[in-house]
């Protein structure tokens, strides 16, 4: 069983929601991430979604692409976050990391680091740094059935994103080889973008476990604890990403990891009264 599994499997057996926060590795300050990832589980993180830096976005909204974009800036790629997520796990060895990102950092990785009877250098290293799932952005569902397989065999969930546009058809490809959790985005578009319509988000659910029976998380429009609250009613995780960045855009670097668990205390607090 993997740490995602045993995590989501405990918050539902104490009948309690997932906290998934999303930051971007090496924002807003080169060194900060490993410090503000553990600041965000003492703020009541469950999991958390690290997202790897990439120059040509297409899901990410403006908020996150200015993050991503200062993160290459530091000369943060996919090296230097699974260093990250290594000294992370020198002190916590149970929050599960989801790597969120696209396929070309995952590939080039994979380029440079080949080596002889290795499958995936990144598979290979990721699952070393301590990190237990991927998400890879513009990975479709048909082709991934190898590198899904191969994620398993090191002990890694490989989670997918839903859509209000996903068919039943789609939803069922992805559950032959979703794990972990799926990532419901809420609004049509990306990151950041628009207000979130609860009633569609909970007319969809019935929809996805339909065919999908891993834990269903909802992101993309969560912006305050009111709105996580609503959309825990439904839902068994809660994502949160473009508003953490935003409150992390300007501060100083010895105020980053105290807003970012201050913000999610707030949430935690909403999500278990």
Known sequence: MSRITATLERLHSQQRKALIPYVTAGYPFADVTPELMHAMVTGGADIIELGVPFSDPSADGPVIQ????????????????LDMVRSFRKEDTATPVVLMGYANPVE?????????????????D????????????????EECEAFASNLRAHGLDLIFLLAPTSTDARMAQIAK????????????????????????????????????RVPVGVGFGIRDAATANTIAKVSDAVVIGSKIIQLLEHQPRDMVAGTARDFLQEIRTALDS
């Open 66 to 81: 200015r993050a991503g974009d200062r993160a290459l800036a530091f000369g943060i790629g996919l090296a230097q976050v």
């Open 108 to 124: 080039r990785y994979d380029q440079k680091h080949a080596a002889p009877n290795v499958q995936s250098a990144f598979v290979r």
């Open 126 to 141: 990721a699952a070393a740094a301590g990190v237990d799932g991927v998400l890879i952005v513009d990975y479709p569902p």
């Open 177 to 212: 080889v979703a794990s972990g959790y799926v990532y419901y985005v809420s609004l049509k578009g990306v990151t950041g973008s628009g207000a979130l319509d609860t009633a569609s988000v909970e007319a969809m659910l019935p929809r996805i476990r339909a065919h999908i």
